[in-house]
């Protein structure tokens, strides 16, 4: 099996030292760049796994090389690094695709499960991808897991990679209804003790992206105190 290889994008080089240095530890290959632009050029110029990506950088911030770099691949896992108080930056970085984030100060064995978390829904979507057509659907909504297309009859969605990965969830456990826990489990891929509302902030997107415009626009219900649920009439 290939080394992984993380790229860290991080102004402040003692933290960026102590990344790459746990990094490194747990077996993973590590680039470094302290600025946006070198950060962006790395990530479109090397064979990178996963970005882990500070927002506040010279030269370019974070949420712009996020956005470049989306454009280009919709697929890498990239982990925001944000400030406790930077609320917005996290909204903004989600809705620009950001697979996930971070606040600082963070502890390293969160980050890491978070990581590990990533790459695995990485690898199993690069192979979904190499793989023969299967589709999920839902009404005139239908998800193509080899080409992670999304379309509500004939109009394309574009959805952020973990976007994509909860409706799948969603579609996969149709009829059923997936606690706020069981999505993080299944979806994030750890055990969540932080801020729970990413969840919110997720559902609250893709609603917008699949539902808002259409004819029969309900497609994610809420199960007040308990999660959510695809369920068929």
Request: hydrophobic residues 40%; proline residues 2%.
């Amino acid at each position: 099996m290939m080394t992984q290889r993380i790229l860290v994008v991080e102004d402040e080089k003692q933290i960026a030292k102590i990344l790459k240095m746990e990094l490194e530890f747990e077996g993973y290959e590590v680039v470094v760049a302290y600025d946006g632009k070198s950060g962006l050029q790395a990530a479109l110029t090397e064979k990178i796994d996963l970005i882990l990506l500070d927002v506040m950088l010279p030269a370019m911030n974070g949420i712009e090389v996020l956005r470049i770099v989306r454009k280009e691949n919709n697929l890498i896992p990239i982990i925001l690094l944000t400030a406790r108080n930077m609320t917005m930056d996290k909204v903004t970085g989600l809705d620009q695709g950001a697979s996930d984030y971070i606040t600082k100060p963070f502890e390293m064995v969160e980050l890491l499960a978070r990581i590990r978390s990533n790459l695995r829904q990485y690898t199993v979507t690069v192979k979904a991808s190499q793989t023969e057509d299967s589709l999920l659907s839902f009404g005139n909504l239908t998800v193509n897991l080899q080409t992670r297309e999304v379309k509500r009859g004939d109009a394309s969605i574009s959805l952020t990679p973990k976007e994509f990965d909860l409706l799948v969830y969603l579609l996969t456990n149709k009829n059923r209804i997936v606690t706020r826990d069981s999505i993080l489990l299944h979806v994030w891929g750890y055990d969540y003790e932080g801020e729970t509302n990413v969840i919110d902030v997720f559902i609250r997107h893709l609603r917008k992206k699949i539902e808002e415009g259409f004819s029969e626009p309900t497609i994610i219900q809420t199960v007040r105190g308990i999660g959510y649920t695809i369920k068929e009439n």
